[in-house]
């Protein structure tokens, strides 16, 4: 942020009333509003931008609702008017000579002079290049690819997807007189492709007088009440720090209250900069699935290539992709004109292709982060040097993720017109200081592959994936975007936040602290601002709320005394309030966020709900891990050993039966699983080799095990015997570091396949990183545990477990099974 002239900015008022005051000079005896009535009027352009449009209209109101003065807008000054706020530019800004030159990515400036007030940005109105759908039944018809397809020659897929979404009005609107629009009412519309450089001004302004927006709708924004607004003294240019600053609130989709409060935060989403899997829009289409299979990866001895799939991978090192990719970025370029195209490659990407020519080019012993770094980003860099030679000022982009997530080790520096984006690159999740040191040689990492910016992408942890704990986190915010400033382009925050943005007492703090952060410094003065001015007589209490979950949120899943600490910081602060008062509203979205934690504390002082028992028979031995189950033991197991799964969801009989045993030995614990299948179907082997994710594009068997003191393990295995295991409590990145050390063998029949697995067990141990830690369960202190199959087929998937979860996924750990030996 930089300032000119004769005034600086302090960023926050000291009181309300005394905001503008406290912020720059006032001219003698000149006012905006004076005593309740207005001094002044807003002029803007005879045909003024859409966005200088709305930004006029945010000042008169905000002015009306601070002073209770409404000020008249109009396109050119009249006489005996005290004050002439000109808002964008004009024939009168140019007579004044201030103009908005230099004001990129949403930067403004406010001057005033004698008499008047200059509030003033870049303000270029967006024109979306034809084909774009206008709705989605305009998309899912088909009328834009086949547009699409005319201006190509080609079957690629459509980068427009859910475009019209990002219009506030009907698309099918936009452009038409307003005398023929459906929607006849006062609203404007706008792009939030738009440049709203006088509308930050406007925002700007109204900051200084006090106004605040930290939540979607009237209950979030804080405005003061001022009798008289004087003319200030000022001269300033501010500047964001970041040209990007992507929140996917979709203006359509989320609603005015929503898209409002994006644009009072200062957010930036700039056209034609694709992020997110790129490669999967340009080869998701049935018709290049089915003409161009050779493209798609081969997993198993099949190619993953089947329509009506969402995630087909490809296989990168196949010459005929590569130039049908060249093509279609160029093309991008020259009939979008998108500035940067995303060449990352579809979701999900944990398994590399099995065809000859991919084999080798994996790194599998850089583990679940670095596996396909070199694969990915080798073609990432082959195609921007190509790219590079009929495109010099543009740029391919491909994000750090997943299994390509870690720099590739055999390239020293990408090429110039490398973009990479960086995919956790701030991670807020990762609020200790051991986890927040893991980020930033991340970040460093990357930094020294390229010279360009960095972008960062963040799935910032929202209420509609099942989070509920209460990571507020606001110096990991503010520090971690602090950390960016200067070596990065901005962010793509995606979050989903729903119409009514659900779960608003915990959403919108997060989001408020990241915005503002682009433009602001100081973290403490935001946050001990937004405590004060939103939580008023409770605002020691909630910011020592604030403070202690960011220290212990992430103990509170397994901690029932961080629980019942942090719910009791809460409970002072709410006794702080009137229920029925505005601060009383705001905290009570809070309690309602807060139930779930609450329900937390509850199961963790609680045994779990009636699941199934299995008793493991006693004193394995005799057994041979051949996949055989014909020794004596296993012929002649007790019943209390042996159990049968059901289906997943509906715990009814599968119409492929599972049987299950399970044992205790001195030298750990023992499974056999029999899986019946139809005579003669062949099983599907999606991998032949340890440790590869492509094991779970075909038929598996997973056993998970939460021990006494370990939550949980997780080992999967094949008919071919290929097994992957993972420590589930290790943090995400470390999940595939673990080795189980188990003994696996199988066997396939004409009816059937079989797996017999011994499991090592240590009580102790010294490295976590191997072996399954525990003591023998028993029924005083059990283990619990599920035993699930997939069964993988061209027409759909069968899933069953022991303890049926009841939902789509096995990693339900409350509903595991109770295991112990007597």
């Not at 990915?376 to 190509?386: C, F």
């Not at 009137?578 to 905290?587: A, H, I, T």
């Not at 197991?637 to 599968?654: F, M, N, S």
């Not at 205790?664 to 440790?691: H, L, M, Q």
Request: charged share 25%; net charge neutral.
């Amino acid at each position: 942020m930089t300032h000119g002239g004769v005034s600086s900015r302090t960023g926050y008022a000291l009181t309300l009333a005394a905001a503008l005051f406290a912020a720059h000079a006032a001219r003698a005896d000149t006012f905006i509003v004076q005593e309740g009535k207005p001094r002044a009027e807003i002029i803007v352009a005879e045909e003024p931008p859409r966005t200088v449009q709305l930004a006029a209209r945010e000042l008169q109101r905000y002015v009306e609702k601070i002073s209770g003065a409404k000020l008249p807008i109009a396109t050119a000054p009249r006489e005996n008017v005290p004050v002439e706020i000109y808002v964008g530019k004009s024939r009168w800004t140019d007579e004044l000579g201030v103009s908005a030159d230099g004001l990129k990515y949403g930067a403004y400036r406010i001057v005033s002079g004698e008499g008047w007030l200059v509030l003033i940005g870049d303000d270029t109105d967006f024109t979306p290049v034809e084909p774009w759908p206008r709705s989605n039944s305009h998309w899912v018809g088909g009328e834009v690819h086949r547009q699409w397809d005319q201006v190509t020659g080609a079957k690629w897929g459509n980068p427009m997807a859910g475009f019209y979404k990002h219009y506030t009005g009907r698309a099918f609107d936009f452009g038409k007189p307003k005398s023929e629009w459906v929607d006849k009412s006062d609203t404007i519309h706008v792009w939030a492709f738009d440049e709203r450089g006088s509308f930050n001004a406007v925002c700007g302004f109204l900051r200084s007088l006090g106004v605040r927006w930290y939540m979607p709708g009237e209950l979030g924004e804080v405005v003061p009440s001022l009798r008289s607004i004087p003319l200030p003294e000022i001269d300033e240019t501010v500047r964001p720090a970041f040209p990007m600053r992507r929140f996917c609130m979709r203006f359509k989709v989320h609603g005015r209250d929503v898209a409002m409060w994006a644009m009072h935060l200062g957010t930036r989403d700039p056209y034609g900069f694709q992020v997110a899997h790129g490669l999967a829009t340009m080869t998701h289409r049935e018709e290049m699935l089915e003409a161009h299979p050779e493209f798609y990866a081969l997993y198993g001895g099949k190619r993953h290539n089947r329509p009506g799939q969402r995630l087909n991978q490809l296989c990168y090192s196949n010459e005929e992709l590569f130039r049908e990719n060249l093509r279609y970025i160029r093309a991008l370029f020259d009939h979008y004109r998108f500035d940067v195209v995303s060449v990352m490659p579809p979701d999900g990407f944990t398994a590399m292709c099995q065809c000859p020519l991919c084999e080798g080019r994996d790194t599998p012993e850089r583990g679940d982060r670095g596996r396909l770094s070199d694969y990915v980003w080798g073609y990432v860099n082959r195609v921007a040097k190509e790219i590079g030679k009929t495109h010099p000022q543009k740029k391919v982009l491909c994000a750090a993720y997943g299994a390509y997530k870690l720099p590739p080790l055999k390239i020293d520096k990408l090429e110039p017109n490398v973009q990479v984006c960086i995919v956790g690159g701030r991670r807020i999740q990762d609020s200790k200081p051991e986890q927040r040191e893991a980020v930033r040689q991340l970040r460093d990492a990357w930094l020294a592959k390229t010279d360009n910016p960095i972008v960062n992408f963040e799935n910032y942890p929202l209420t509609d994936r099942g989070w509920y704990l209460p990571a507020y986190v606001p110096h990991v915010v503010g520090e971690s975007i602090n950390a960016l400033k200067g070596d990065s382009l901005g962010e793509d925050v995606w979050f989903s936040v729903g119409k009514d943005f659900h779960a608003a007492g915990f959403n919108h703090f997060n989001v408020y602290l990241t915005a503002r952060m682009c433009w602001e410094e100081d973290v403490d003065a935001l946050f001990d601002e937004y405590c004060r001015l939103f939580y008023g007589p409770a605002q020691r209490e909630m910011k020592s709320f604030f403070e202690y979950c960011e220290v212990n949120w992430q103990d509170m899943q397994l901690d029932k005394q961080k629980v019942d600490r942090a719910l009791g910081l809460f409970s002072a602060a709410r006794a702080k309030v009137e229920p029925d008062s505005v601060y009383g509203k705001r905290v009570a979205l809070v309690a309602d966020y807060l139930e779930a934690l609450k329900n937390r504390g509850i199961q963790l002082e609680k045994d779990r709900g009636p699941v199934p028992e299995l008793r493991l028979a006693r004193d394995a031995a005799g057994i041979l891990i051949d996949g055989k189950l014909d020794e004596p033991f296993w012929q002649d197991c007790p019943y209390h050993a042996v159990g049968r799964l059901r289906e997943l969801q509906t715990g009814r009989k599968p119409v492929f039966g599972t049987t299950l045993k399970a044992a205790w030995g001195k030298d750990g614990v023992y499974f056999a699983v029999r899986c019946e299948e139809r005579p003669g179907d062949p099983v599907s082997i999606g991998t032949k080799k340890n440790e590869d994710p492509a094991i779970w594009y075909g038929d598996v068997v997973e056993i998970l095990l939460e021990t006494d003191s370990h939550s949980y393990y997780q080992i999967a295995v094949n008919p071919a015997g290929a097994i992957v295991d993972l420590d589930r409590q290790a943090p995400k990145g470390g999940w595939y570091q673990w080795d189980s050390q188990a003994q696996v063998a199988t066997d396939v029949g004409e009816d059937y396949w079989t797996v017999e697995v011994r499991i090592p067990v240590v009580e102790k141990t010294s490295d976590p990183l191997h072996q399954v830690v525990g003591r023998k369960p028993t029924g005083g202190l059990p283990w619990y545990f599920n035993v699930c199959r997939q069964r993988v087929r061209d027409n759909g998937a069968e899933h069953s477990a022991f303890s049926p979860t009841g939902t789509k996924t096995f990693h339900e750990v409350l509903k595991f099974a109770k295991l112990y030996e007597k």
